[in-house]
């Protein structure tokens, strides 16, 4: 370190700097007072030795003072509730913690914290940058350890893992307990049945003793308990609930097999007579429970997209004041118009407008997007975004359940919340299967009863485990939840449950034009005035005026015409047509029309536009004033996308209400022969229902109020992420990314989400009828039985896993 760099952090000291810290009785120059605030707190605390340890440079402080103020936000009971737990005297905190970058950062926050009256204890988790502190709360409060964590220059939060992954996380490991339990009974249990089998094969070897046969018998029911009765309750516990419920799931034949099988055995002990199945018992439970571990490994991977989004939104926010003064508020306590600061590394805690500084997003958790993007003063940023890079304020214009994040979360909530046809279906089956098989099951306890009493427990038994439904009631489930999955990392949100199957049906997609073969990002290319009253400059804020309440993309084009005293009123948004209304002027009660032509002069004969292109004729009582061009560009990945979804077989069709000159030469562009141009809502709608009538399912695309009616009407309704959230609500589909091809990898998905449900009902179709025929004739054993059963189930559970994206799919 040279002599004009900060001793604290590395950076370079400033000639006009008076910043300085006295050490082994050397000054040492400093570069900020932030460091020197927090060099001073290290040195006066006694713990200078953090200059000698540490082996690499601390982050630079903020140059503002500490104050405790800022962290009294986390005092409060009800906000402790969520990440501070009681143990006997004390409290605890898990806090992450920015700043740390070497052991030595670890060794100063530790006893800066260990030196604290109160303070019992403390550890630093240098690998995941968190500190655990046990402390008394009535010796000092938790915002004084977040301020003296401050002081010493390591900011900290409470670390708030979402309480829904906690609980997974929990129930996944009671259920590698319950495996291990049952891995280790099946296993011990088979070496004390070993010796059963070889005597029993060998009857007049005499190599087992009476006395030792009893002993392996007495200790093969003492390992089979506790798998009984730990790591086979999950399937007692839904037997239970399907009795209940009066639908007979796989729960209730697995249930009778285990418990069946281990009472017979627990007779044959006691009485000394008849077989025993603990052998049968552990593996069936084993294996079952191994089945039943991957597949909740594979929802639990899939499907916590949607749930970790919610915890991205932080509990706590930095809160400017008018006179720029930070303090730490409740998320929750946020308000349209509050300024909050974010720092990197950091996520943004409302939705809301950059004001100051220019900062990369990563995005990926709202659109799938995996490079960051650059948002700059003015831009739009959204809840749950991590800022990557530089500190930026943002004008808080969204809070709480109305964020975007918080509307995506819902749409997944209500796609996750219905079943599609296809389970729906699957469910039945597996019903209707399960009453047939107790029926079957009574049939061949008699039969056998009647033909050989001694065989006739362990054939049902084995009826019972090898036609267990598990590969028909995992088959569906699981290849749903994982294709949700790699289309919501794809940046495709899935909202109705029936979606996916849709997709597989489609005979015709039907695209909008502006904001979705385009890119939305309408400009105002041109104006024509025709008017000798009025300017260009007073036309286009009347023009701005009208198009302040509409949401369509091209109001985006007349946002900066836009003048504080010119206002507009009594606004009628005509979708597809255009916008009418009156200035809020004075001895000016006239009609203003800003549209098409023909919907602007009111019914007249329409004039002819200056030129080609998309022009929008604003008048006044049907009077022309003024022609305004707007532009847009077509989406880069337009032209592949509709190439590709041809070429798996489908029409594709331009439905707009845009000029037939613009849309026709948009189709020319984009080689699509079907299109249509100056259609109004209600000619889409009609359009899209005669389609129909010829017996074609059809998508539609698109992103405007203009679109909801025929996006109502569609067998698919798909939204494109800039849509308005009326639009977004009634899609079966929201893109959350930019990219159009992401239908083209719905389309594909969809298919092999489908075929693979296919395979796997064939599959379990099949062996059930090779497998039940002989093990009623008595072909199976109870312990080939479980082994097929569950060999069967992992092969479904295999396959649907095959929708994983492959490594270069993720890369």
């Known amino acids: 370190m040279s002599s004009t760099s900060c001793y604290h952090c590395g950076s370079a000291v400033p000639k006009t700097g008076s910043w300085s810290i006295e050490l082994d009785g050397q000054q040492h120059l400093l570069c900020c007072p932030g460091c020197e605030a927090v060099a001073q707190a290290i040195v006066s605390a006694g713990l200078d030795s953090y200059y000698r340890f540490r082996s690499a440079l601390p982050e630079r402080p903020p140059a503002s003072a500490v104050d405790q103020k800022r962290w009294q936000v986390f005092d409060d009971p009800g906000l402790q509730s969520r990440f501070v737990k009681q143990q006997e ?133 003492v390992l089979t308990t506790p798998v009984v009765m730990f790591s086979a309750q999950p399937f007692f516990f839904g037997a239970l609930r399907d009795l209940r419920s009066r639908t007979l799931g796989m729960d209730v034949p697995v249930s009778l097999a285990i418990a069946g099988a281990y009472l017979a055995s627990v007779w044959a002990v006691f009485s000394q007579s008849g077989e025993m199945y603990f052998d049968s018992v552990s593996m069936f439970t084993f294996f079952l429970l191994a089945g039943r571990y991957i597949e909740a490994r594979a929802r639990t991977h899939y499907g916590k997209t949607g749930n970790a989004m919610s915890s991205l939104i932080p509990a706590a926010a930095v809160q400017i004041d008018a006179d720029g003064n930070e303090r730490m508020v409740p998320s929750s306590e946020l308000e349209s118009g509050d300024r909050i600061r974010v720092r990197p590394g950091e996520q943004i805690p409302a939705d809301g407008i950059i004001r100051d500084g220019l900062a990369s997003l990563d995005e990926s958790m709202l659109s799938g997007e995996a490079l960051p993007s650059t948002r700059t003063l003015g831009d739009t940023v959204n809840a749950g975004c991590m800022v990557l890079d530089s500190p930026v304020e943002i004008e808080v214009t969204q809070v709480g359940q109305d964020t975007r994040a918080a509307s995506i979360l819902d749409l997944t909530d209500r796609a996750f919340s219905q079943r599609p046809r296809i389970a729906r279906l699957a469910e039945r089956i597996a019903h209707r299967f399960v009453t047939r098989l107790l029926l079957l099951c009574i049939c061949v306890a008699l039969a056998w009863w009647w033909i050989d009493p001694s065989r006739s427990l362990w054939v049902t038994l084995s009826v019972l485990v090898v036609s267990c439904p598990c590969a028909l009631a995992l088959a569906t489930p699981t290849a749903l939840t994982v294709a949700h999955g790699r289309l919501r990392r794809s940046g495709v949100l899935i909202t109705r449950a029936d979606a996916l199957e849709t997709l597989t049906r489609l005979d015709r997609i039907i695209f909008d034009k ?66 009418s209304g009156y200035l809020q002027l004075p001895h000016d009660n006239a009609t203003w029309r800003l549209g ?90 009609a359009h899209l229902q005669r389609l129909q009538h010829e017996g074609e399912i059809v998508a539609m695309v698109g992103d405007g109020i203009n679109d909801t009616p025929v996006l109502a009407g569609a067998n698919l309704a798909i939204a494109m992420p800039g849509s308005s959230d009326l639009t977004r609500t009634r899609a079966d589909m929201v893109l959350l990314g930019e990219h159009l091809h992401a239908i083209v990898e719905s389309v594909e998905v969809a298919r092999a989400t489908q075929r693979i449900i296919r395979q796997n009902l064939a599959w379990a179709l099949v062996y059930n009828l090779i497998a039940i025929p002989l093990a009623s004739l008595g072909f199976v054993s109870p312990w080939m039985a479980a082994l097929g059963m569950s060999i069967s189930s992992l092969l479904v559970v295999g396959n649907a896993l095959r929708l994983r994206p492959s490594r270069r799919q993720q890369a």
Not at 517 to 529: F, M
Not at 536 to 559: D, K, N, Q, R, Y
């Open 596 to 685: 098409q032509a023909r919907f602007a002069v009111d019914g007249y004969s329409p004039p002819s536009p200056p030129g080609h292109g998309c022009w929008l004729l604003l008048t006044r009582d049907a009077i022309p004033m003024a022609w305004f061009l707007v532009d847009d560009s077509p989406r880069e990945d337009a032209a592949t996308t509709l190439q590709a979804l041809k070429e798996h077989g489908l029409k594709v069709e331009i439905l707009s209400g845009d000029g037939e000159s613009n849309v026709a030469a948009m189709a020319s562009a984009l080689d699509i022969t079907q299109w249509r141009g100056a259609t109004s809502p209600e000619d889409k709608l």
């Open 89 to 221: 005297d004390c409290h605890v905190v898990t806090l992450a913690v920015d700043g740390i970058t070497c052991a030595a950062c670890a060794w100063l926050i530790e006893h800066r914290l260990n030196a604290l009256d109160g303070v019992t204890e403390s550890a630093v988790n240098l690998a995941q940058h968190r500190v655990r502190i046990c402390w008394r709360p009535e010796h000092l409060s938790l915002s004084r350890l977040l301020a003296e964590m401050a002081a010493i220059g390591y900011p900290a939060q409470p670390y708030e893992p979402d309480r829904a992954r906690i609980r997974l996380h929990q129930e996944s490991r009671k259920m590698v307990r319950r495996l291990i339990v049952a891995a280790v009974g099946m296993m011990q249990v088979l070496m004390f049945s070993v010796p059963h089998y070889v005597s029993g094969w060998d009857t007049t070897s005499g190599d087992l003793s009476a006395d030792l046969e009893r002993l392996f018998a007495w200790l093969a029911l």
């Open 514 to 579: 502006t904001g979705t073969l385009t890119q939305g990002k309408i400009r105002l290319a041109a104006s024509y005035v025709l008017s000798r009253e009025y300017d260009e400059t007073f036309l286009l804020a009347v023009a701005g005026a009208l198009e302040s309440s509409s949401e369509h993309p091209i109001a985006h084009a007349f946002l900066s015409c836009q003048r504080h005293a010119i206002r507009a009123t009594g606004i009628i948004n005509t979708p597809g047509q255009g916008l």
